[in-house]
């Protein structure tokens, strides 16, 4: 997905189930500051076990509702 938008990975943090790739793309100009780089791509993925399935969020520039 980042290689659609041209983004390069900035940060990925592994919590549990829960898996989170940040990344930033000059196709869009809004951004947030993280680690002092430029962010304004965020993936969320989280596995459900009970369910058997995985969830994905993407938002521009952060996922803004809960994972």
């Known amino acids: 997905m980042f290689r659609f938008v ?8 592994k919590e549990n189930d829960i898996y ?3 990344g930033y793309t000059r196709l869009e ?11 304004n791509i965020q993936i969320v993925m989280r596995y459900d076990k009970t369910k058997d399935q995985t969830y994905l969020k993407v938002g521009v520039p952060i996922v803004n509702s809960s994972y």
């Open 6 to 13: 041209h983004a390069k990975k900035v940060d990925v943090i």
């Open 20 to 22: 989170t790739v940040y």
């Open 29 to 39: 100009d809004r951004y947030l500051m993280l680690n002092k780089q430029k962010v």
